[in-house]
């Protein structure tokens, strides 16, 4: 075996825009897609030599030989890769990670509802989409909170057009309900069964303190600083309230037990 | 062909290449990518007593062209490490280094100890980059002295294992820590660990470890690498493994030229975790383009 197996592709930029202010949206032509499932993430290499890492980005919708991830330009690895041009090449990895679990066992006739805070959106697109096809007349909510009406809600169009209801809320009421998705959630009559969750750690506490006292079944998806992306560095973890079995200690791998977890797992 | 296999403190290497400590786990995650048998050795990830829970979050970021982490060597500890991890590598015919940790002088004794007469593992690398809870936590490498001590005590331990030290460059002079381990016994040297860093975000007004400090590595610190691998080679008479920023075959012989009989492969597993694969090809072919019959006549041929 002289030639090793690359686990970086080149993928191509078959579409690029901007649908929010610093938020882009990008399909990349590969066939990562046809393995992918809701709540994986790839890593996007920037292209600029100095930057070493790939960049941990959500799979926000997916078919046999495209991606499409949606993100935030945070820093100079998000703004170097936001800066591909249409045709032009990245480096991705992946499916990577356990994504959402999604067996009729778990979602089957309950009422699901789907919890997307900021940039948390992208990876409920893509479950809405699956949840969808596994049971065309699953009961779906989607709350998405976005700091202001600046945002323009993105992918809120995207995810309502799975046949999700689906809701807004801004942290400063210019647009949807007032308030945080929690907020937003309460002010409905909409019992939620099971609820799957992304977006800042605040909000996630906030879940699954919600979920513990309705009694629903919540699952969380967690971000951390990655180095590999594929279990190795030990960078990722985050406490779990049991021993985890590969680390041996009360610290899970988000890249690859990870990044979904199941609320009541985790000690966040 | 040329001739890749080397010797190191008495034993025999298919090729000079292995992976850094802690960048390559114990090869189980990299397996379906890396062909685990063509490599000269694999060094596993640190290994204490008992299980280590590491640090808090954040742990790692990413700096020009390289990083900084602070895991706070989490690990299983031993009993796990020696059925899950040796178990998997003795399915392949690679041998293993493993890089042993302490909080204690007791403690790195006990490792070195139990993994004395474990066929499954070629050597023992000491990484006195730990924190000596007995000495206010200042690690044992930075204080010749305690390297001295450290080195004499595993020595002891080992039985016929040869005992490599693992130097760290947060000293001021690597060459004297080089020499305190030599004379304290030890088979071996390799360097460099990471460097003692800091990186603030400056929009939140924090640290961007939760450790404060990490260990930059990656190749914005493989000229200095080569730099002490030089120096050290000139200091001791014990072979070295040289890493520290290894990107390329090019920065592999480089470190070789400076006086490194091995070479470690870091960080840039995590980007590229074929990379130690074209390391491999990369000084092959470059030995038969210079006409070199053996990879071992690189060594300090500055
Ligand atoms: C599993 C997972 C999925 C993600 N999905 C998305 C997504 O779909 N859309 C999106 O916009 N963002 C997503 N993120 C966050 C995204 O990875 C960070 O915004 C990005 O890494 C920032 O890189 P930078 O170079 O632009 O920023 P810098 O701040 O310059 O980055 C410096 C270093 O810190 C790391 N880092 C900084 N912030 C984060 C963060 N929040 N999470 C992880 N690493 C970070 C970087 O990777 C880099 O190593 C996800 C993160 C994870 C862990
Ligand atoms: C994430 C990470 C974990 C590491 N863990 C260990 C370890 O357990 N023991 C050790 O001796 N060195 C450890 N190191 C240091 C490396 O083995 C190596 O000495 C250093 O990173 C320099 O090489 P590089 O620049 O090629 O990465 C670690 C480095 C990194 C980046
Ligand atoms: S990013 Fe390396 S273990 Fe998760």
Redesign the pocket.
Known sequence: MKEAAVKRIAAHVADKSMIAPGIYSMVLSCEIGSRALPGQFVLVYPRDGSHLLGRPICIADADDDSIRIVFRAAGSGTKDIAETGIGDRLFVEGPLGRGYPVSDEITGGRSIVLLGGGIGAPSLLFLAKSLRRQDPGADILAVLGYRDSSMKHFLYEDIKDTGADALIATDDGSEGIGGNVIDALKTTDRRADVIYACGPMPMLSAVKKYAKETGAKAYISLEEHM?CGVGV???CVVKTLKKDGHSMVNNARICTEGPVFDAEDVDI | MADLSVEFAGLRFKNPVTV????FGSGMEYEKMVDLNRLGAITT??VSAVPWEGNPTPR?TETPS??M?A?G?QNPGLDVFMERDLGFLSGYDVPVIV?V?GHSMEEYEEVVERLSDDDRVAML?I?V?CPNVSKGAIQFGTDAGMLGEVTKRCKLKAGSKPVIM?LTPNVTSIADMARAAEDGGADGISL???FTAMKIDIYRKRFVLANRTG?L??PA??PIAVRMVYEVSHAVGIPVIG????ASFEDAIELMMAGATMV?????NFARPDATMRVIDGIEDYLVKMGIDSVRDITGIV
């Open positions: 180095a560095c030990l960078g | 850094a400590s802690g960048t990830k640190g790692v390289g990083m982490n895991i060597l890089n940790c690398e990484n980059s693992k460099i660990n990471t260990g590595s990656g610190i493989h890493m520290g920023g290894i470690a492969v870091g960080m840039i």
